[in-house]
């Protein structure tokens, strides 16, 4: 999920999107969104990983939510655990899309992706807890924190490959964690910002600049 976000994002840095180029910036698809969507993406597959028709309903529920607003919300396959709509609407609350939502210019430029990643044949392959990569995950946190292209020493690395595991583990252990648009992003990025640290505390122990 992660990497093809962040590929339509380089293919469409050039390209006008809602009176923007590209569909990045604040208030757009930024780094951190493009990381919750990874994440929602590897719950709805972790919390019904035996019944690939609910697979599919609750991949696409994440499009259809974020796609939602005001005068045309979609929450029919949201979760109620999750949404925060559902959640005022059982409240007799109103609710404000326009926290939350991305412009719909954006959601349809990102689309062909839900239309790979919630398609039958390829969510058959993780059915029952499968992965088409098991590696991917733990590497892709490992390389965040130590990227390839800087110069680091066995003890950073070491450093680096203790904190992938324990974080990659903590991920896909806790299926319970919330994912609404309320907390999330707070969330995400206090752990990245600590495992950062981490890190840099490595690198300047070990007298890495």
């Avoid at 951190?32 to 991949?59: C, G, H, P, W």
């Avoid at 109103?94 to 959601?107: S, V």
């Avoid at 029952?128 to 590696?135: H, I, K, L, P, V």
Wanted: net charge neutral.
């Amino acid at each position: 999920m992660l990497h093809r976000l962040q590929k339509i994002a380089e293919d469409l840095k050039k390209t006008k999107i809602d009176g923007k180029l590209g569909i990045g910036e604040k208030g757009r698809m930024t780094k951190q969104m493009m990381i919750n969507f990874k994440q929602y993406y590897r719950q709805a597959i972790v919390q019904k990983k035996t019944n690939l028709d609910e697979m599919i309903r609750s991949v696409w529920a994440i499009w259809k939510h974020k796609a939602s607003s005001n005068d045309d919300p979609h929450h029919e396959r949201c979760s109620i655990k999750y949404c925060g709509y559902l959640k005022s609407l059982e409240k007799g609350e109103e609710y404000d899309h326009n926290k939350h939502r991305l412009p719909l210019g954006i959601m349809k430029a990102i689309r062909p992706v839900f239309d790979e990643l919630a398609h039958p044949d390829t969510l058959k392959k993780v059915i029952n807890g499968g992965s088409q990569n098991s590696n991917e995950s733990s590497h892709a946190v490992l390389w965040s924190l130590a990227p390839k292209n800087r110069y680091a020493t066995g003890v950073v690395i070491d450093l680096c490959a203790a904190i992938a595991v324990l974080s990659y583990n903590d991920t896909t252990t806790n299926n319970d964690t919330d994912s609404s648009d309320e907390s999330d992003d707070s969330n995400n990025i206090d752990s990245n910002k600590s495992i950062q640290e981490n890190v840099n505390k490595g690198r300047n122990d070990d007298g890495v600049a």
